[in-house]
C-alpha cells in the first residue's frame, strides 16, 4: 500500500491546502474499506477519515469535518484526502491503510492495528 503526499513534499502554512493520495496494489481494491489515520508527536494515533469502496460511504472525525475529504477512484485504485483550511494542529504522520468493509465507521478508525494493510505513512507539516 503505497501513501504519497502531493505539494513540496508535505510542507504547507495554515490555511493551505494538501492533497493525499494512497495506491492500492496486490489485493482486490473493491473488497476493502479504506482510511486516513495520522499520528502526531507526542499523541496517540487517530482515525481521521474512511471511506467504503462498496457504496461510496464516508465518515470524518469531528476534528476534520468540513475541512477534510475523502474519495476514491475505483479505476485507479487510489484513494484521496484532500485536506482544505489546514491548520498548524493537522501537522501530524498521515498513514493510509485498507481493511474490511464491516462496522461503524467510528469503529473502525480506531482499529488502525487491525487493518489489513497500512502504508508507511507522510510527514504532512503545516506552519503557522
Known amino acids: 500500500l503505497r501513501c504519497s503526499c502531493r505539494l513540496w513534499g508535505g510542507l504547507v502554512q495554515a490555511g493551505g491546502s494538501l492533497r493525499l493520495s494512497c495506491a492500492a496494489s496486490?489485493?482486490?481494491?473493491?473488497?476493502?474499506?479504506f482510511g486516513w489515520f495520522r499520528q502526531a508527536p507526542g499523541k496517540e494515533r487517530e482515525g481521521v477519515s474512511c471511506?467504503?469502496?462498496?457504496?461510496?460511504?464516508?465518515y470524518y472525525a469531528d476534528s476534520v469535518k468540513g475541512r477534510f475529504t475523502i474519495s476514491s477512484d475505483n479505476a485507479k485504485n487510489t484513494v484521496y484526502l484532500q485536506m482544505n483550511s489546514l491548520k498548524p494542529e493537522d501537522t501530524a504522520v498521515y498513514y493510509c491503510?485498507?481493511?474490511?468493509?464491516?462496522?461503524?465507521?467510528?469503529?473502525?478508525?480506531?482499529?488502525?492495528?487491525?487493518?489489513?494493510?497500512r502504508g508507511k505513512g507522510t510527514q504532512v507539516t503545516v506552519s503557522s
Open positions: 496486490g489485493f482486490t481494491f473493491d473488497d476493502y474499506a
Open positions: 491503510a485498507a481493511g474490511s468493509q464491516f462496522g461503524p465507521p467510528e469503529v473502525w478508525l480506531e482499529n488502525f492495528h487491525g487493518m489489513d494493510y
Open positions: 471511506i467504503s469502496t462498496r457504496d461510496g460511504g464516508t
